[in-house]
Each structure stands twice: as structure tokens, then as C-alpha cells.
């Protein structure tokens, strides 16, 4: 039984007119010490998913079926209190825009003071102990000194190490990551990543990594979902997808990482757009962008199939063209 | 920040000298303060002596500097009408209107923060949708008809309170307070409303408006993300910097509060200093108007400053100011 399992996830956003569907039959799981990978282009339901998982999915957007278990316990249904006691205490969220996450206002110290003593039976004292404690291990310098800073104190790079050490303030068991990295340097990027999988490592924590950047994956992630149009198209370990794509948008994707040295106009993007929640055409949804796309490929949405360690939902995953 | 404070200090000083220039030019050139002494048969040699006692004889740029110099030590001259010290008779008036403002201050600010949230916070629902509907009337009131109708309602009709005057006060020194005793309150409560209301309503609005603003931030939603309880993110994440721009609204509403009380204190013949210059301008006491004038300046100026300086208290960005706004590296 993985830490984290997400099964048939649906989320929907009913308005009066209309319901839409974003998210459908989004099924992963994410063991303890393992950093899981999603990726895909802006707008297919990466957010949604980590949003779904903490419960705070915005109205009018809402779980429409399916089930998200923790550590075996149904947490889809609890009730926003149960819900507030688990996230940051069992769920941690790091934030991608380091600039705007943290509160100007208040010194970093007080934020994570105030995030540990909400969830840890701890005296001010031993909370700003741990606080210090925890910039140190994101890799602050001097930390005890910096605890009474602003956040507009720090660089970037240091901002996000506070985000990620106010993620960890709870000891949570799972890691959502959204975009760590994105708004970083790509040298602090590495760093970041780096600081990741250490903690990922010594807290034996499920990370939920979510990046539109396959080469991020790459890098960090042991095992790659990869999101299209509110769907998993293909997921699986990360070597044996990224050795042997066998979604055609798995293909694209690869072909549109930029290899170190490789100064050429990127080639390969993939053609045309992906279609919006709620105008999806027939069939495969990523149909109308696909080199190899079959006649039968508009007939119904193709279920996920398993190749070895991997799940495919393509028809025809042997006309996929490796990288 | 010193650079920043001084910068806010000559603004404030330049502001009241171009104040106190058309204090003058109405003090100077606003009838003929001979003849109003001296009547309009006097001899030609009378007016020219008193026309040198009171310097008028000197060139404008001279007069204007003694002006100055009687006006900061708080020589306004006598009232033409009361013949007494400007000054004493200011001095009589000021506690009536500041009791007044702040009072009006404090109900604008208690009530409407915490129902500007309030609206913020759940949105929906009969009671935050009555309550925008009821600030817009607010907003929209004439002061002068409040106050009217508030003494037809609860004066003249249920007699539940009375409607002119300040009732019995103490004297704390030169400063007689309303504030001690039971009558003094019920004489504040109608006029006290009238001047709250508009100030109460776009307390409300703006807090409301913060608040929404502030919510869809990053950081009060990696707030809820953390798990933090609902007072918490509310109030010391979304409130706190909500307040930032509130804060500079209120105080210069406070300005204008003192300011406008004439209004709100002719409809209620309340003795503050609003209503002493309503019945100077009938009279055309030049003094009492001129001076009247550059004390609502000083205060609008005064209150300017304090409002950077609480910028400056709640904000640790501006406090460091341009010196270390970012420490480069990681
Ligand atoms: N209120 C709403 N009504 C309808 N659709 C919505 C609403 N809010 C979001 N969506 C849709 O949900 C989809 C998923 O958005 P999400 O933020 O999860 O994308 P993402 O994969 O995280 O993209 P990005 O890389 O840009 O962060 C988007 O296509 C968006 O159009
Ligand atoms: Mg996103």
C-alpha cells in the first residue's frame, strides 16, 4: 500500500449552466521516500491535482469522484477541520513563486513559529528551536541570526529554501511540490532540486513533484506521470519512460527538452493547442495534435494499458517514435 | 528613511505657508478692518493712524511676515464680531469638536473594520449582502439630512435623545469633557452618528475590498495551506496587509472629519469649532475664518505625517528603506 494513493480522481467545476469536467481518472500512488514526477503542459490539471489532494480546490471546482487515501485512510469527504489538521501536519505545500508565498509582514521566524506550534504540542521556545533547526537543514546560513528576518531580506533562492522549511514545519508525510523551480535561476534551480531529494531522502517523505519541465523529471524524479487535457496519458519509472516514451505526447515533450550544448531552434515542438476543460474532442484527447493519430483513435478515450512497468492510455503506442 | 521623513517634513511645511498666504490675503484684502473699527465716519487722520498702529501701511510682502510670525505664536488677532482673542475663543471650541471627531473616528473604525471582513469572509449570505446595500445608502446620505432625520426619529418623535448641544461637561483644566458624564454621552450619540455613518460605510467598503484582494495572494494561501486556523489566516495574514492601505484612508478621513463636523455641528448647534465658523462667515469675521483655516490645515498636515509614520511602524519593507531591500545571492 503506497502513502499517498489517488484513484479515479474526477474534479469538476459546476456552475449553474454547466458542469465541466478538468480532472478525470487520475489514478497514482506515491510511496514513502520516493519523488514522483507530473508533467505537462500549462492548464492540464497539475495544480488541480495537488489542490485536490489538500483540499482546497477553489469553488466552484469540486471532487466529483474518486478517492485520495493517506497512509490508507480515506481523506476525499473529511470535513474542512479534519482536512486544516492534516494539511501542513501530514501534507506539506511548497509554493512556486517564493516572492509572493511568504507573508512581507511578518519575519520568517514568527511564520514558521506560528506553522509549528499550530500542529506540534511545543512551547514558543522549543518551536523557534525547531524553526531554526529547520532553516538550517534548507541550507540557510547562519540561520539563527536570519530567523528574525523579513523576507525581503532574503534572495530568491533563500526565499524558497523558507518556503520549503515552513512546508517541512509539521513534519508532514508527503511533499506537494508546484513548480519549486520555476521561478529560480536555473543554478539555484539545481540547488533546490538537490535540497529535495535530500529531504525527500531523510524524512522518508512522498514527493508529488509537479513541473511543465521534463528535464527537471529527469533529474529528481524516480517515477514520471505525465498530465494531458485532465487526463494521465502515461506514467511509470522515470528511466524506463524517459529510455522508451510510448505516449506520442510523452515523444513531443522529450524532443522539446533543449540538450545541454544544443544551440538549434527547437524543432519539435508539438503542433496546435491543448483543448480546454469541457471542449475535448472525441476520442483521444491529444488526437488532434498526434503524427501517429488512426482513424480509430476518435472512438472512445483510450484506458490506460500496461507495458511492463508502465501504464499507457494510446491505442497505438507502437508507432510512438522515440526521442 | 531620515531622507524619506525630511522630504515629508518640508512638503508639510510648504503646504501650510501656502496655506497661511491665503489666510492672509482673505485676513488682508476681505473687507476693510478700519472701517470696521472705526466706523465709516471717521477722519481721514484717524484711519491713517490706526491703518499705522495695525501696520497696514507697511508693503503687503512685511505684513505678510508679521502675520506669520503672530500666527505661530497663536496671535490670530480679536475676533470683530466678540471682540476677544481669536486664539481664546479657538481654544474654547477645540475639545467640543475633537471629542466629536474622535468619537466619530472610533465608531467608523470599530464597527466598520469588523464588518468589512465580516463581508469579506462569507461573501453570500442576507447579512453581508444587506450590510453592502445599507453602506452604499451610506455613502450616498447627505450628512446635513442624517442629522435631520435622526432628530425627527429620536428626538422630536420617540424624545429617547436630545438633539442640541453638548449637555453638562467637566473641566480637566482649560479642556471641558463631555466624555465623564452620562449626559455628555447622550448629547454625543445623534451628532456622533450623523458624522460616523459615511466615514463608517467607506471603512467597511474598503476593508471589504482589501480583504478580497488579499485573499487571492499567495501567501495567505500557502497560509491555508499550512494548515493554519481560520483566525489566523483572516486576521494576522490577510487583515494585517489589508490594513496597509486602510490606514492612510482613515487617517486622512480623520482630517476630514474634523473638518466636515461644521456640518454635522450647525445641524446640531453643536458648540465646537465648525459651528464657530459657520456664524463668523455670516458676519464676516475675517480673523476667526483665517485662523480657523490654518488650524484645519496644521491638522490635515499633522495627520498626514503621522499616517507616513504609521506606514513606517507596520510596513518592515519601508522601515529598512532603499538600503538593503534585497541581500543578492544564495
Ligand atoms: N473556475 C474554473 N472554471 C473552469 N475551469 C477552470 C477553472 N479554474 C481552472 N480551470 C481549468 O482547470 C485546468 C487546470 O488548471 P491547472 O492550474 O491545474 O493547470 P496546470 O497544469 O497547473 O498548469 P500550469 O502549468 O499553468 O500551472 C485549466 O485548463 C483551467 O482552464
Ligand atoms: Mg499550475
New interface residues.
Given amino acids: 500500500m503506497a502513502l499517498l494513493e489517488i484513484r479515479d480522481l474526477a474534479v469538476d467545476f459546476v456552475t449553474r449552466r454547466r458542469r465541466v469536467r478538468a480532472l478525470d481518472g487520475i489514478s497514482l500512488d506515491i510511496d514513502a521516500g520516493e519523488i514522483v514526477g507530473m508533467v505537462g503542459e500549462s492548464g492540464a490539471g497539475k495544480s488541480l491535482t495537488g489542490a485536490a489532494v489538500?483540499g482546497?480546490l477553489v469553488p466552484p471546482g469540486r471532487i466529483s469522484g474518486g478517492e485520495i487515501r493517506l497512509d490508507g485512510q480515506a481523506i476525499t469527504g473529511l470535513g474542512e477541520a479534519a482536512m486544516?489538521?492534516?494539511?501542513?501536519?501530514r501534507i506539506?505545500?511548497i509554493?512556486q513563486?517564493p516572492l509572493?508565498?511568504?507573508?512581507?509582514?511578518?519575519?520568517v521566524g514568527e511564520q514558521l513559529v506560528?506553522?509549528i506550534t499550530?500542529?506540534l504540542p511545543m512551547s514558543r521556545a522549543a518551536a523557534r528551536k525547531r524553526a531554526i533547526a529547520l532553516l538550517e537543514e534548507t541550507g540557510i546560513p547562519s540561520a539563527g541570526r536570519r530567523i528574525d528576518h523579513?523576507p525581503?531580506?532574503?534572495?530568491?533562492?533563500?526565499r524558497q529554501r523558507v518556503?520549503i522549511a515552513?512546508?517541512l514545519?509539521?513534519d508532514p508525510q508527503v511533499i506537494i511540490a508546484d513548480e519549486p523551480t520555476t521561478a529560480l535561476d536555473v543554478s539555484?534551480q539545481a540547488?533546490i532540486l538537490d535540497l529535495l531529494r535530500r529531504l525527500c531522502r531523510d524524512h522518508d517523505a512522498a514527493v508529488l513533484l509537479i513541473t511543465h519541465d521534463l528535464g527537471v523529471v529527469a533529474e529528481t524524479a524516480d517515477r514520471v506521470a505525465v498530465m494531458y487535457a485532465g487526463r494521465i496519458v502515461e506514467t511509470g519509472p522515470t528511466a524506463a519512460i524517459m529510455g522508451r516514451p510510448r505516449h506520442p505526447y510523452t515523444a513531443g515533450l522529450m524532443r522539446a527538452i533543449p540538450t545541454v550544448g544544443d544551440l538549434r531552434p527547437r524543432l519539435a515542438q508539438i503542433g496546435g493547442a491543448m483543448p480546454r476543460p469541457g471542449a475535448l474532442p472525441h476520442g483521444c484527447a491529444f488526437g488532434p495534435r498526434c503524427p501517429a493519430a488512426r482513424p480509430d483513435c476518435t472512438a472512445a478515450a483510450p484506458v490506460p494499458i500496461r507495458h511492463g512497468d508502465v501504464l499507457v492510455a494510446c491505442r497505438h503506442p507502437d508507432l510512438t517514435e522515440a526521442a | 528613511m531620515l531622507l524619506y521623513l525630511a522630504r515629508r517634513l518640508f512638503q508639510a511645511v510648504v503646504v501650510m505657508l501656502v496655506v497661511s498666504l491665503i489666510a492672509f490675503v482673505l485676513f488682508r484684502f476681505v473687507g476693510d478692518p478700519v472701517t470696521q473699527m472705526l466706523g465709516q465716519d471717521a477722519t481721514a487722520a484717524d484711519r491713517a493712524r490706526v491703518a499705522a498702529a495695525l501696520g497696514l501701511d507697511q508693503p503687503a510682502y512685511i505684513q505678510y511676515l508679521r502675520f506669520l510670525e503672530q500666527a505661530a505664536h497663536g496671535d490670530f488677532g480679536r475676533s470683530l464680531k466678540l471682540g476677544r482673542p481669536v486664539a481664546e475663543l479657538l481654544a474654547e471650541r477645540v475639545p467640543a469638536t475633537i471629542e466629536l471627531s474622535l468619537f466619530a473616528a472610533g465608531l467608523a473604525i470599530l464597527v466598520g473594520v469588523p464588518l468589512g471582513v465580516r463581508t469579506a469572509i462569507v461573501r453570500r449570505g442576507l447579512v453581508s449582502r444587506s450590510l453592502l446595500t445599507l453602506s452604499l445608502v451610506g455613502i450616498s446620505l447627505p450628512t446635513f439630512f442624517l442629522g435631520v432625520l435622526l432628530i425627527l426619529v429620536f428626538s422630536v418623535t420617540l424624545g429617547w435623545l436630545p438633539s442640541y448641544g453638548r449637555g453638562d461637561t467637566v473641566a480637566l483644566g482649560w479642556w471641558r469633557t463631555g466624555f465623564l458624564t452620562v449626559d455628555g454621552w447622550r448629547h454625543l450619540v445623534l451628532p456622533g452618528i450623523t458624522l460616523a455613518l459615511f466615514q463608517l460605510a467607506l471603512v467597511l467598503r474598503l476593508v471589504r475590498a482589501e480583504m478580497l484582494e488579499v485573499m487571492r495572494?499567495?501567501?495567505v494561501?500557502?497560509?491555508?495551506?499550512?494548515?493554519?486556523?481560520p483566525a489566523?489566516v483572516y486576521f494576522?495574514?490577510a487583515l494585517?496587509?489589508a490594513l496597509m492601505p486602510v490606514v492612510t484612508i482613515i487617517g486622512l478621513q480623520l482630517g476630514s472629519i474634523i473638518a466636515f463636523a461644521l456640518i454635522t455641528e450647525t445641524v446640531f448647534q453643536w458648540p465646537g469649532m465648525g459651528l464657530l465658523f459657520a456664524q463668523s462667515v455670516a458676519f464676516a469675521d475675517v480673523p476667526v475664518m483665517a485662523a480657523y483655516l490654518c488650524l484645519i490645515a496644521l491638522v490635515f498636515v499633522t495627520i498626514n505625517l503621522v499616517v507616513d509614520l504609521a506606514y513606517l511602524a507596520?510596513?518592515?519593507?519601508l522601515r529598512?528603506g532603499r538600503l538593503?531591500?534585497?541581500?543578492?545571492?544564495?
Avoid at chain 1, 152 to 158: E, T, V
Fill in positions: 489538500i482546497l486544516r489538521r492534516i494539511r501542513g501536519r506539506g505545500t509554493f513563486d509572493t508565498a511568504l507573508n512581507p509582514l511578518l519575519t506560528e506553522t499550530t500542529h523579513y525581503h531580506q532574503f534572495s530568491g533562492g533563500m518556503v515552513l512546508a514545519a509539521g539555484v540547488q | 495572494t499567495d501567501f494561501k500557502f497560509a491555508r495551506a499550512r494548515g493554519l486556523k489566523a494576522r495574514h494585517r496587509n507596520i510596513d518592515p519593507r529598512d538593503t531591500t534585497s541581500v543578492k545571492g544564495t
